[in-house]
């Protein structure tokens, strides 16, 4: 199981904003975490190269609750 935390932190460490201590399910990347569509591209690759997931590939995800989804199936 990969460290999305980490990856979101990452991620927003990038754009220089400063990292956050937990992710909850509702979170919208856009709207909590400030997510860009550069964002996004950053967060698929970076999970898709944790874990060989692209958890874009069905459609848009709009929360954390969603991703975690698209990671246990």
């Not at 992710?23 to 967060?43: I, T």
Request: hydrophobic fraction near 50%; charge should be negative; include cysteine.
């Amino acid at each position: 199981m990969i460290d999305l935390l980490t990856i979101v932190n990452t991620v927003l460490e990038n754009k220089g904003l400063p990292a956050i201590s937990q992710l909850l399910p509702h979170q919208k990347l856009r709207d909590d975490l400030g997510f860009d569509s550069f964002d996004l591209a950053e967060l698929t690759v970076r999970i898709e190269d944790a874990c060989g997931i692209d958890v874009f590939a069905t459609g848009i995800i709009e929360t954390v609750g969603e991703i975690e989804v698209k990671l246990a199936a």
